[in-house]
């Protein structure tokens, strides 16, 4: 039997879907169930080196932090596409863990990421999907890029190959939370406006109640139930891109990195409508 599938979704770049997607594998690794991340596609320069067969490969470091709140090993197939910036809209391919090539933007788009690339990715959440569970899938940027949808197997063309349910995640500290989830489901097609599940609004500091009016005209405006008020919650992980603001440390033990998976994890669970999420994915669980 095949393991359930969550995506998760964000209005932008540097939303919180990397530390929900952290957060829900600590939460399920507690509740009994065997999960592990997912991404399919992550441009970044944080890797962490997997040794494999005597041979050395490398994914992006938020996953393995993921696999670690999972409490499972990381492995290579959590992140089948690894892009590293290099210079002028260049980057360096890594397919598998296996340096590539490099590729320019229109080149990677037009001659690579459909054709090798998705395939790839396919091949290894169902592989994964045999093994777990659940597999929580990290998406990447904005499904809203609408001059990149149709090459977007980080979103929503996953999300509908697969048939995975969505969660989107929205970051109220910047401003303009709710214009961005209202936009970010009004561009979708209404065929992958079908597919969002629900709602998280993340990093909120301040008296909840203040947001009840938004949020009911926000639901209706969408027909989208808004699960979570995540607070903003200081904690201390690898940096994945160059929006976080903070600066990471060289290096983690595994022991620092459980106590501050669990203060989010354990933050995340306080703020969410667990039952509603369990009912998403069609997991019985007693709470």
């Given amino acids: 039997m ?13 939303a919180g879907k990397s530390t929900t997607v952290m957060a829900l594998c600590r ?29 050395v490969k490398e994914m992006a470091r938020i996953q393995a932090v993921q696999a ?10 959590m992140n089948p596409i690894l892009l590293r910036p290099l210079r002028n809209n260049v980057s360096e391919i890594i397919l598998g863990g296996l340096r590539n090539l490099c590729m320019s933007a229109d080149k990677y788009y037009s001659n690579f990421v459909l054709q090798k690339g998705f395939p790839k990715v396919l091949q290894d959440v169902e592989s994964l999907r045999k093994e777990f ?7 990447a940027g904005s499904p809203a890029e609408i001059n990149l949808s149709k090459y977007d197997i980080a979103n ?41 599940k629900g709602v998280i609004i993340n990093k909120f500091l301040g008296e909840k109640s203040i947001l009840n ?22 904690f201390d992980i690898p940096n994945e891109d160059s929006l976080d603001q903070k600066k990471s440390k060289s290096s983690y033990n595994k022991s620092y990195l459980d106590k501050q998976i669990e203060n ?18 069609k997991m019985n669980h007693d709470l």
């Fill in 2 to 14: 095949k393991g359930n599938l969550l995506m998760i979704q964000g209005t932008s770049s540097g």
């Fill in 27 to 55: 939460i399920f690794s507690n509740m009994g169930y065997k999960v592990c991340p997912f991404k399919a596609q992550n441009m970044t320069s944080n890797f962490y080196d997997l040794k494999e067969n005597n041979s």
């Fill in 68 to 77: 670690i709140a999972a409490r499972v090993r990381p492995d290579i197939r």
């Fill in 133 to 139: 569970d659940l597999v929580l899938i990290e998406g």
């Fill in 156 to 196: 929503m063309i996953l999300a509908e190959k697969i048939n995975s349910k969505v969660l989107l995640v929205a970051d109220i500290e910047r401003g303009g939370c709710f214009a961005a989830i209202v936009g970010t489901i009004k561009l979708l097609p209404i065929r992958q406006r079908k597919i969002v």
């Fill in 213 to 234: 009016k938004a949020i009911l005209s926000v639901e209706k405006m969408t027909n989208k139930r808004i699960l979570g008020i995540i607070p903003k919650t200081r």
């Fill in 264 to 281: 989010v994890a354990a933050t995340f669970k306080k703020n969410i409508d667990m039952k509603y999420l369990l009912n998403i994915i």
